[in-house]
């Protein structure tokens, strides 16, 4: 009964909304990286997109003052490039990955991909992302 009423009183969108920054915050580079592989894309496209997949809690994940340093120091570092374009009457800036972003998109996955299988960080991934069985609490285990 206790875990039942530990459940009721779980807040899942302040989790999800937690958990969504944290992971955010962590792979961001990465995922912009990706996600500009994807398509050639202009910065409120980028926002509006990561933002979409996330709106079902309600709440904007990311800011243009999150991601628009990013992007600059994307392309700082040789990964996109930008240029202006124009969308209708407005000048936008479009972003595109470099062939040195695909070799580090590449390089990051084989990287990952070269992990043994008993990696904890591989099993990590796997727990979370592939895995629908359930976490269940051990006693003793505080």
């Given at each position: 009964?206790v875990?039942?009423?530990?459940?009721?009183?779980?807040?899942?969108?302040?989790?999800?909304?937690?958990?969504?920054?944290?992971?955010?915050?962590?792979?961001?580079?990465?995922?912009?990286?990706?996600?500009?592989?994807?398509?050639?894309?202009?910065?409120?496209?980028?926002?509006s997109?990561?933002?979409?997949?996330?709106?079902?809690?309600?709440?904007?994940?990311?800011?243009?003052?999150?991601?628009?340093?990013?992007?600059?120091?994307?392309?700082?570092?040789?990964?996109?490039?930008?240029?202006?374009?124009?969308?209708?009457?407005?000048?936008?800036?479009?972003?595109?990955?470099?062939?040195?972003?695909?070799?580090?998109?590449?390089?990051?996955?084989?990287?990952?991909?070269?992990?043994?299988?008993?990696?904890?960080?591989?099993?990590?991934?796997?727990?979370m992302?592939?895995?629908?069985?359930?976490?269940?609490?051990?006693?003793?285990?505080?």
């Open positions: 009964m875990e039942e009423d530990f459940q009721n009183d779980i807040d899942y969108q302040f989790l999800e909304t937690k958990f969504l920054h944290s992971l955010m915050k962590g792979v961001r580079n990465i995922f912009l990286l990706w996600l500009i592989s994807q398509e050639k894309i202009h910065g409120y496209a980028i926002i997109k990561i933002n979409e997949i996330y709106s079902n809690m309600g709440v904007k994940v990311v800011h243009g003052s999150t991601i628009y340093p990013l992007l600059h120091s994307l392309e700082k570092d040789g990964l996109i490039v930008s240029s202006e374009e124009y969308n209708g009457n407005h000048k936008v800036k479009m972003y595109e990955i470099t062939e040195r972003g695909i070799i580090t998109l590449n390089s990051i996955k084989k990287f990952i991909k070269q992990r043994p299988s008993n990696d904890t960080l591989i099993t990590y991934f796997d727990d992302l592939f895995n629908d069985r359930e976490f269940i609490f051990k006693e003793g285990v505080r």
